[in-house]
């Protein structure tokens, strides 16, 4: 129950009994997401900068643009670096 009030998945409103899995499933899989997301920014320490939705908004502005046939994300500024590092993925490189 708990878990099913933390991602909003208050009524089910569906017609059938797989489409009722398959919602409950993503659910599932967004609150395993969500729960390695809050472990690497507690062990990281980004919680004394960002807040879990603070995160999320930032990485929602990124865009990817097309230079010279490379695809590269802007704008990429120092925090969302930092994001990139604690989550061990290399900051895409801008050409």
């Keep these: 129950m708990r878990i099913k009030h933390s991602l909003s998945l208050d ?3 569906v017609h059938s009994q797989q489409a009722m899995e ?3 499933f993503v659910g599932f899989i967004a609150h395993i997401l ?10 990281v320490g980004l919680y004394k900068s960002l807040t879990m939705k603070e995160l999320i908004r930032m990485l929602e502005k990124l865009r990817t643009q097309v230079i010279h046939g490379r695809r590269t994300l802007f ?3 120092k925090q969302k670096k930092f994001i ?6 290399s900051p895409p490189v801008w050409v």
């Design 11 to 13: 009524r089910l409103r």
């Design 84 to 89: 990139y590092k604690a989550f061990g993925i």
């Design 34 to 43: 969500g729960s390695h997301i809050h472990r690497v920014m507690a062990k």
């Design 75 to 77: 704008p990429l500024i």
């Design 22 to 24: 398959n919602k409950v």
